[in-house]
């Protein structure tokens, strides 16, 4: 059983930047790829980005590539998202899933979940 820990959210004037960890417990870390997704008020659950494995390869949705970025260290078990250029769309709680099958953009691919950091961007 894998245990994720989210931290680093909180508010932030647009523009600006904050950096998201996802810390894991319990597993092989590197044997999953991790994901971000975040839900806003009244709003599904949406893909943000992910990272394979090794790190290797990265893939992100067309509303946050180039100001968002994943990465991880499998070292400290830990995946990290780099957010920059922030908007006050990008409000939303963001929650880091692991996953060890196929389909990176979707919400049931992922087996463990964290329980979420808040992300406010104040326009």
């Known amino acids: 059983q894998v245990q994720l820990v989210e931290s680093g959210g909180g508010l932030v004037q647009a523009g600006g930047s904050l950096r998201l960890s996802c810390t894991a417990s319990?597993?092989?870390?590197?044997?999953?790829?991790m994901g971000w997704f975040r839900q806003a008020p009244g709003k599904e659950r949406e893909f943000v980005a992910a990272i394979s494995r090794s790190g290797a390869n990265t893939y992100y949705a067309d509303s946050v590539n180039d100001r968002f970025t994943i990465s991880r260290d499998n070292t400290k078990n830990t995946a990290y998202l780099q957010m920059s250029s922030l908007k006050p769309e990008d409000t939303a709680v963001y929650y880091c899933?692991?996953?060890?099958?196929?389909?990176?953009?979707?919400?049931?691919?992922?087996?463990?979940w964290g329980q979420g950091t808040q992300v406010t961007v104040s326009s």
């Open positions: 899933a692991a996953r060890n099958r196929a389909g990176i953009t979707t919400t049931t691919s992922y087996d463990y």
């Open positions: 319990g597993g092989t870390f590197s044997s999953y790829g």
